[in-house]
Nanobody, 122 residues
Framework: QVQLVESGGGLVQAGGSLRLSCAAS????????MGWFRQAPGKEREFVAA???????YYANSVKGRFTISRDNAKNTVYLQMNSLNPEDTAVYYC????????????????WGQGTQVTVSS
């Protein structure tokens, strides 16, 4: 099973940018749909963005136009470029891998990373 390790989180001021990375182990990375989710304190985990093995991308309305998901199959890595951050983006961000299913559904992912904290100050 693929193992995922996120990095790149931190503290940033409102309006700033961060780039999250998710490094995956395993030889079949290119066949997975990769997703980013986030969970704020007291809230459910929610979909942020996903990218299919073929490069199709999906975004939550709340981040569309601000966040960009991409993948480098040669490096077994998926990225989330986050621009124009605001305090509502504060959460733990999780990377996930999906063999098949609906990319926006939390319950249809097969492997998860441990998460990386993103804090946006006002």
């Amino acid at each position: 099973q693929v193992q995922l390790v996120e990095s790149g989180g931190g503290l940033v001021q409102a309006g700033g940018s961060l780039r999250l990375s998710c490094a995956a182990s395993g030889r079949t990375f290119s066949s997975y749909t990769m997703g980013w989710f986030r969970q704020a304190p007291g809230k459910e985990r929610e979909f942020v963005a996903a990218i299919s093995w073929g490069g199709n991308t999906y975004y939550a309305n709340s981040v569309k136009g601000r966040f960009t998901i991409s993948r480098d199959n040669a490096k077994n890595t998926v990225y989330l470029q986050m621009n124009s951050l605001n305090p509502e983006d504060t959460a733990v961000y999780y990377c996930a891998a999906q063999i098949s299913g609906f990319p926006r559904r939390v319950g249809e992912y097969d492997a998860w990373g441990q998460g990386t904290q993103v804090t946006v100050s006002s």
